[in-house]
């Protein structure tokens, strides 16, 4: 009987990839499918629902198709092939793309776990874990984009980890590449959305610069190619095909963001009359600038030039302002745990484990619990640039914290399995 069990074991250390990946397939399958054929809406902005629905239309009887005024990135150029092959209408392709995109996330972290934590209970227990934390922001709950930068957290945090502890050339390149994929995609949603994932990886790689001198050339030549996939498929790809086939229509989406910058320092009562509107923005650049066009390369250079001129005369003001829009970032992130019962349970039942009996263990996964927590200060960059609303540019930051309780709770309970504390 023994002997039965050594070479199930063995039998399954040497093919755990192939059945950790398939394992966390069927569960992916099992927990997002149900949510898009249960849900009638994908939850998307209704101006943005009629909009890609008349800019579809257009692409089918013209071969055009103008994304301009709809979205903020040129990625979304894709989607009207989605729509076609699929016979989608744009809500409903809004809630198929969230879904897709939450079955990758979900199907990697069986195996994920277990090269993190060496544990194949955790990796059984993952998906279920995952889906009670992790997937009421990312699948389940319909939002057209900006889940975009929690996607990109959720799909690239254990390969950070993994690429922060590895030392093999090749594996470092081959991590920093994936890393690099998923920005990408995440990238084609919302410009920038990958935009954390790349600093906390900046960050890694200086750190593994000063520690690792021998992998320094493999490090460098990584970063290059970060930045240069960087925008592939969301600009670069995208243009190309507009400039191959002719259906960009007559303008191009510009991601600048001090349009949103600008306004976002109306985001609260102030005595320049600053408000949280596109029409402020517009209406301040054409009372100087009457000739520059809106949403032009020089409009959003003069809302770039307004909000220097406010940082230079009135500093504590602009400072003020973002630093408020900071806390009521990071206020949005702690109410969403107070409210969610099973947040709030699994976040003060793994803290109350650590500092009773787990603090001298804890050593062993600072790395995963500091990551965690950059993502949640990192994905705040939207609500700080522009307004901190939950609902839109903390969605994804709001979302983060579900993914530390997650990592919390998977470290504890293997702090609990490996010293047998309890």
Not at 44 to 55: D, F, G, H, I, Q
Not at 210 to 233: D, M, P, T
């Amino acid at each position: 009987m023994n002997e039965k069990f050594k070479k199930v074991g063995d039998y399954i250390r040497k093919n755990r990839v192939i059945i950790l990946s398939v394992y966390g397939i069927i569960m992916a399958l099992c927990f997002v499918i149900p949510v898009f054929f249960v849900k009638e809406s994908g939850g998307a902005n209704w101006y943005k629902v009629k909009k890609l629905n008349e800019a579809f239309n257009d692409f089918v009887e013209m071969g055009e198709f103008d994304y301009a005024h709809i979205a903020h990135s040129e990625g979304w150029i894709y989607f009207p092939y989605i729509m076609k092959w699929f016979g989608l209408d744009a809500d409903r392709l809004f809630m198929a793309v969230q879904s897709s995109l939450g079955i990758v996330a979900l199907s990697i972290y069986p195996l994920m776990i277990y090269e993190i934590y060496k544990s194949y209970l955790l990796s059984v227990i993952s998906p279920f874990l995952f889906n009670f934390t992790i997937g009421d922001m990312l699948y389940r709950q319909g939002n057209e984009e900006f889940y975009a930068i929690m996607w990109a957290a959720v799909v690239t945090f254990p390969f950070l980890i993994l690429l922060l502890n590895e030392k093999r050339k090749t594996f470092i390149f081959a991590f920093t590449i994936i890393i690099a994929m998923f920005v990408a995609v995440s990238n084609c949603l919302r410009f920038h959305s990958g935009l954390p994932v790349v600093c906390i990886m900046l960050l890694i790689m200086i750190f593994k610069m000063v520690r690792e001198k021998g992998n320094r050339i493999v490090i460098i030549v990584s970063i290059v190619c970060v930045f240069a996939l960087y925008n592939s498929l969301s600009a670069f790809l995208p243009e190309t095909i507009g400039r191959r086939w002719s259906f960009m229509g007559g303008n191009e989406y510009n991601s600048s963001p001090w349009h949103s910058i600008l306004i976002g320092l109306g985001c609260y009562d102030n005595k320049y009359g600053l408000e949280y509107d596109d029409n402020c923005a517009m209406n301040m650049v054409k009372e100087r600038w009457p000739e520059i066009e809106y949403q032009s390369d020089q409009y959003y250079y003069k809302c770039k030039v307004l909000f220097f001129e406010l940082l230079k005369n009135d500093p504590q003001f602009v400072i003020t302002t973002e630093l408020r829009k900071f806390l009521g970032c990071m206020r949005e992130e702690v109410d969403y745990v107070i409210g969610n019962k099973i947040l709030l349970l699994l976040f003060l039942g793994s803290v109350m484990t650590l500092v009773l009996r787990g603090r001298r263990f804890f050593v062993s996964y600072w790395h995963v619990l500091s990551i965690g927590i950059l993502f949640c200060v990192i994905s705040t960059y939207g609500g700080i640039a522009a307004i901190p609303k939950a609902s839109m540019y903390t969605y994804s930051s709001v979302g983060c914290t579900s993914l530390l309780v997650f990592f919390l709770t998977i470290t504890v309970m293997k702090i609990v399995m490996k010293k047998n504390i309890f």
